[in-house]
Nanobody, 124 residues
């Protein structure tokens, strides 16, 4: 069983900063990708940022480039999202997504896990 737990959400004024954390625990073989998504009620789930743990390649949504930074601590199985220059339109529930892979010489299986989400509200 794998658990994904986010923390760090809250209320912040426009222009402020927040750092979200996501800790992965339980039994898993290898994390292949970690990412953050967000969703506003009535709208689609949106990818905010993700990192490939093998290559270190990161991807960002266009509207967060230059403001948000995704990073990870492999020793702690933790991924972070540093959010700077926050805007009211960044208000959403932010969820952590983790992909893992288990493989032998004869098979390979991918798994996808989600956290419960943490609310980020940007308002004066």
């Amino acid at each position: 069983q794998v658990q994904v737990a986010e923390s760090g959400g809250g209320l912040v004024q426009p222009g402020g900063s927040l750092t979200l954390s996501c800790v992965v625990s339980g039994s898993f073989a290898r994390i292949t990708q970690m990412g953050w998504y967000r969703q506003v009620p009535g709208e689609l789930l949106e990818l905010v940022a993700a990192v490939n743990t093998s290559t270190g390649v990161t991807v960002y949504a266009d509207d967060v480039k230059g403001r948000f930074t995704i990073s990870r601590d492999d020793a702690k199985n933790t991924v972070y999202l540093q959010m700077n220059m926050l805007k009211p339109e960044d208000t959403a529930v932010y969820s952590c997504n983790v992909d893992t892979n288990e493989a032998t010489s004869s098979w390979s299986e991918n798994y996808d896990y989600w956290g419960q989400g943490t609310q980020v509200t940007v308002s004066s």
